[in-house]
C-alpha cells in the first residue's frame, strides 16, 4: 500500500494507471509497459513484479518452479503476455483459498519447465533474497546430482550438498 497526501506522487500513479483506492483485485500492467519495445524496460518489470508477488522453489523429487501470485486477473493474464513476448511459457490457473481470513481468489502463473526456470532466473530473476537463495541451493543439488550420477550411483536420494562426500 502506497500512502502519500502529495499531488506530485497521486498525479504520477495516476498517469501510469494506477485508481486510487483498493485495487489489488482491478490492477493491471500500465499501457506504457505493456506497449513497449524496449526489452530491458520488460525485464526490469518483470524483474519487480516477481520480486513482489513472485517466488521460486523446488522440491527434490519435483523440481524447480517460477510463479507468481496475485489477486487481479488481469495482472496475471498481462504477466503471463509480457512474459510471453521474451520467450517465457508460464500456465495459470485460479486458486480458491479454503474458508478462512482471504476469502479473494488467487490468480496464479508457473513454469516447472526447468530450462525456462533456469533462464527466468539468469534473464530476469529476483532482488529477494529467499529466491536468489533457494535458487543457489536448487543448483548446488543439481551439480551434487550430476557428481552423484557420474559416480555411478545412478539415480538414488540426492546427498546434503553441506555434508562431505569424501570417501564415499
Known amino acids: 500500500m502506497i500512502r502519500s497526501g502529495q499531488s506530485q506522487v497521486i498525479a504520477f500513479f495516476k498517469f501510469y494507471g494506477f485508481p486510487q483506492g483498493r485495487k489489488a483485485g482491478i490492477v493491471s500492467i500500465p499501457k506504457q509497459i505493456l506497449e513497449s519495445t524496449d526489452v530491458n524496460i ?6 519487480g513484479l ?3 508477488d513472485g517466488c521460486f522453489s523446488f522440491q527434490a523429487n519435483r523440481g524447480p518452479r517460477v510463479e507468481i501470485q496475485v489477486k487481479s486477473k488481469k495482472l ?3 504477466f503471463v503476455s509480457l512474459a510471453s513476448r521474451l520467450g517465457f511459457s508460464f500456465r ?3 486458486y480458491f483459498p479454503p474458508n478462512g481470513k482471504n476469502k479473494s481468489p488467487l490468480h496464479v502463473a508457473y513454469t516447472t ?3 525456462q526456470v533456469i533462464r527466468w532466473m539468469v534473464e530476469i530473476g529476483s532482488i529477494k533474497d529467499s529466491d536468489i537463495k533457494h535458487y543457489q541451493e536448487w543448483k548446488k543439488l543439481i551439480e551434487w546430482n550430476i557428481v552423484f550420477r557420474a559416480k555411478g550411483r545412478g539415480s538414488r536420494a540426492w546427498p546434503n550438498p553441506h555434508k562431505s562426500t569424501k570417501g564415499a
Not at 520488460?42 to 524483474?47: E, Q
Open 42 to 47: 520488460l525485464k526490469a518489470f518483470l524483474l
Open 50 to 52: 516477481f520480486s513482489t
Open 76 to 78: 496475471r493474464d498481462d
Open 92 to 94: 495459470e490457473y485460479t
Open 113 to 115: 519447465q526447468r530450462k
